[in-house]
């Protein structure tokens, strides 16, 4: 499975920016998708994921309110819409997919997901 992360770029703090996720193969829409991020200095960490039938989604606290994961199962495609963007959410975020997980599955942790896409840079000025 390829993941192909964009819509990263610089952004002043308060603004939008939407991430998206491309993703190959023909499951991909029953699969757990999440997002994770991973600033300089810090380990990788969980931003949002969400179960194949989008009915269940779990995002992190510090992100709660602010971002959204959805998909577009017809074009294979994961998003993470980032509101209120802060200093703080500066970082390289990640999707990945769960393909060996129960498509009803909303993973959190690094070790659960199988594969990853190569990342796309979030810099919020203040």
């Known amino acids: 499975v390829q993941l192909q992360a964009s819509g990263g770029g610089l952004v002043q703090a308060g603004g939008s920016l939407r991430l998206s996720c491309a993703g190959s193969?023909?499951?991909?829409?029953?699969?757990?998708m999440g997002w994770f991020r991973q600033a300089p200095g810090k380990e990788r960490e969980f931003v949002a994921a969400?179960?194949?039938?989008?009915?269940?989604?779990s995002y992190a606290e510090s992100v709660l309110g602010r971002f959204t994961i959805s998909r577009d199962g017809a074009r294979n495609t994961v998003h993470l819409q980032m509101n209120s963007l802060k200093p703080e959410d500066t970082a390289v975020y990640y999707c990945?997919?769960?393909?060996?997980?129960?498509?009803?599955?909303?993973?959190?942790?690094?070790?659960?997901?199988?594969?990853w896409g190569q990342g796309t840079l979030v810099t919020v000025s203040s």
């Open positions: 990945a997919a769960g393909r060996n997980l129960s498509p009803s599955a909303v993973p959190t942790m690094t070790y659960e997901y199988d594969d």
């Open positions: 969400d179960n194949w039938k989008g009915g269940t989604t």
């Open positions: 193969g023909r499951v991909f829409s029953i699969w757990p």
